[in-house]
């Protein structure tokens, strides 16, 4: 059965860092895309980063540029979203998600996914 579980969220202050983890199972990770979005109360789903099966495609979020960085280790069956110089309005329930399509490419709108994590909370906060 196709899974992911997210994981890495917190309570951290303003310019701190965190770095979440998408663990999956029941696909092998090296073929798909992975991509990571988050949903603030209030707020429409948006999409934060991705990176594409073969690793030569990533893509981030303008406000978050610079400061996010999106990684994968297959062997480990884990994409990662390490995220720096944290601000408040970084706060949100971040998901991962696949579209289970070996693509080639990424995108970050919600409707290039079919599976998602259940999501992890973070928040930023002093």
């Known amino acids: 059965q196709l899974q992911l579980v997210e994981s890495g969220g917190g309570l951290v202050q303003p310019g701190g860092s965190l770095r979440l983890s998408c663990a999956v199972s029941g696909f092998t990770l090296e073929y798909y895309a992975i991509g990571w979005f988050r949903q603030a109360p209030g707020k429409e789903r948006e999409g934060v980063s991705c990176?594409?099966?073969?690793?030569?495609?990533?893509t981030y979020l303008d406000s978050v540029k610079g400061r996010f960085t999106i990684s994968r280790d297959n062997a480990k069956k884990t994409v990662y979203l390490q995220m720096n110089s944290l601000k408040p309005e970084d706060t949100a329930v971040y998901y991962c998600?696949?579209?289970?399509?070996?693509?080639?490419?990424?995108?970050?709108?919600?409707?290039?996914?079919?599976?998602w994590g259940q999501g992890t909370q973070v928040t930023v906060s002093s």
């Open positions: 998600a696949t579209d289970w399509k070996p693509r080639g490419f990424c995108a970050t709108y919600a409707k290039f996914y079919d599976y």
């Open positions: 990176i594409s099966s073969s690793d030569s495609h990533t």
